[in-house]
């Protein structure tokens, strides 16, 4: 729903849902944007393994799946 003032659009509401799912997308868009930027300026490289190692560390806190 946009809201107008003065014939001009001033706000947006929207539902918690919708909401939340722009949120994360564009908290995921800034991480992948950061992570373009550090590739562009360094030579450092990680291994599949390590990347996903350490994916699996933090979702896990450190048990094993």
């Given at each position: 729903m946009f809201l107008t003032k003065n014939?001009?659009?001033?706000?947006?509401?929207?539902?918690l849902e919708k909401y939340e799912k722009i949120r994360l997308e564009n908290e995921i868009f800034v991480k992948l944007k950061e992570a373009e930027l550090e590739?562009?300026?360094?030579?450092?490289?990680?291994?599949?393994?390590?990347?996903?190692?350490?994916?699996?560390?933090?979702?896990c806190n450190g048990k094993k799946i």
């Open positions: 014939g001009y659009g001033d706000m947006v509401v929207m539902s590739a562009r300026t360094t030579d450092v490289r990680y291994s599949h393994p390590e990347v996903f190692g350490k994916a699996r560390e933090q979702l």
